[in-house]
């Protein structure tokens, strides 16, 4: 029972299978058309059959769609995949960066106090 109330809500289809359904129901079953179908004999198993084909149909469309989405969602992940891959190394070369940064600056500022030293040094005694 739940495989039909699956198949009637059209879960997976693109909504395309509710109204074949829909309209095999109100065929075999309203207004007579039981009856009819019944009592027709080879006519009835044919429409039948036509139904059914005609939902293979639709069926192998919409299974062509989804795959074609997959294939889409698929290339969009290797994608972002490689983003993913250059901004981590991006990010490993701007924390080179910085600690190459602060190493230069730590030199700068002894270099700064050295000169400083130098100048002092060189106003305190006479050549």
Excluded: C, W
């Excluded at 198949?7 to 109204?19: H, M, Q």
């Excluded at 004999?41 to 989804?66: F, H, M, N, T, Y």
């Amino acid at each position: 029972m739940s495989a039909a109330v699956a198949a009637a809500s059209g879960a997976g289809f693109g909504g395309a299978l509710p109204y074949i359904v829909g309209a095999i129901l109100a065929a075999a079953f309203g207004g007579g058309g039981y009856a009819v179908l019944r009592n027709a004999g080879r006519e009835g198993s044919k429409i039948i059959v036509d139904a059914a084909q005609g939902a293979v149909i639709v069926q192998s469309g919409v299974i062509k769609d989804l795959n074609d989405q997959l294939d889409e969602q698929r290339e969009q992940i290797r994608e972002l995949r490689s983003h993913i891959t250059e901004i981590t190394e991006l990010r490993a070369k701007v924390g080179l960066l910085e600690t190459a940064n602060r190493v230069l600056r730590r030199e700068k500022n002894a270099l700064e106090g050295r000169v400083a030293e130098l100048e002092n040094h060189k106003g305190g005694t006479p050549p």
